[in-house]
């Protein structure tokens, strides 16, 4: 997850500088953000039971959009690479307010 916010934050200081190859390409690493391994998906399915299938959605759903950011970065196309972000950032917070209460791992 740390790799995330370092890939994000590379993102949007591309964007200030139009720099769209470098958009494209943090926006790549967002998408092939490492996947679950299979100890994380055990103890996933452990503490999410049925809400596993809510939380793989919006995996799948910043997947999607930021497939559509380094999309819309190879053709500059700003319009789309701005509503593909912001899809993007609500996935994020999206799962953060859900489950990162239930799920963290960092001792108060
Ligand atoms: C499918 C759920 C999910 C999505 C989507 C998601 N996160 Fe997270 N994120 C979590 C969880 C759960 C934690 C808490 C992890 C822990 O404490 O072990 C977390 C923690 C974090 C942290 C705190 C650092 C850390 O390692 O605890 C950052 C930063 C972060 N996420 C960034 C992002 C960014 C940026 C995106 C979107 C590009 C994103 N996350 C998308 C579930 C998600």
Redesign the pocket.
Known sequence: ??G??T??AGLLSALWFEDFPEVAERADA?AD?APLSPDERDRLQVELGPEMEG??E??E??HLA?VRVREAAEAERMDELLDGLSE??R??????T???E?????TP
């Open positions: 997850m740390q995330m916010s890939d994000m967002i953000h939380f793989q919006l995996d759903a910043v930021a993007m950032q996935g994020c917070v999206s799962c953060h859900r489950f990162r239930v799920l963290s791992t960092r």
